[in-house]
């Protein structure tokens, strides 16, 4: 009975051991703690283009990408239900003064011709580029897709 009793004992004490380590913290891998800021260079986060308007869209590497923000938008307010800095050059009304491109009609209310609340939230899935060295290194090699 007592040599029961030692096993149970250290399988305890091995499973506390074991479930103590996941309580070590979150490694990344790049060497950095997870809750850090970025440790990129701030000259490595340099835009594609400085300001709205400046640059040229970036090509797509593949069918049904969401384009891609060719400015920065740091200065940019907060998207909320009340305000969405975004269509004050990409609505339908503005676009063309502004020679920027239009809310795509898949972002359209049938008939109403008002934005979709459930598209009004636009850096979901659109996201502005830096001109940096990747981080990791990428392979991918995607089809460029033509302009629309």
């Known amino acids: 009975m007592k040599l029961t ?9 091995a ?3 074991v479930g103590c380590a996941q309580f070590a913290g979150v490694n990344s891998l790049r060497g950095s703690d997870t809750a850090a800021a970025d440790q990129a260079p701030a000259e490595a ?15 797509r590497t593949f069918k049904e990408q969401p384009p891609l923000i060719p400015h920065a938008i740091d200065n940019f307010d907060e998207i909320t239900v009340a305000d969405n800095q975004c269509l004050d050059c990409h609505s339908r009304e503005k676009a063309a003064e502004k020679k920027a491109p239009k809310v795509a009609d898949s972002h359209m209310a049938g008939g109403a011709g008002a934005l979709r609340m459930d598209r009004y939230q ?4 659109h996201v502005p580029q830096v001109d940096a060295k990747p981080l990791v290194i990428n392979t991918f090699v995607g089809t460029p897709v033509p302009q629309r």
């Open 122 to 125: 636009c850096n979901s899935c």
């Open 15 to 17: 499973v506390g051991f």
């Open 45 to 59: 986060k340099l835009y594609a283009g400085k300001r709205p308007g400046s640059g040229q869209p970036i090509a």
């Open 5 to 13: 009793s030692k096993v149970v004992l250290a399988a305890v004490v």
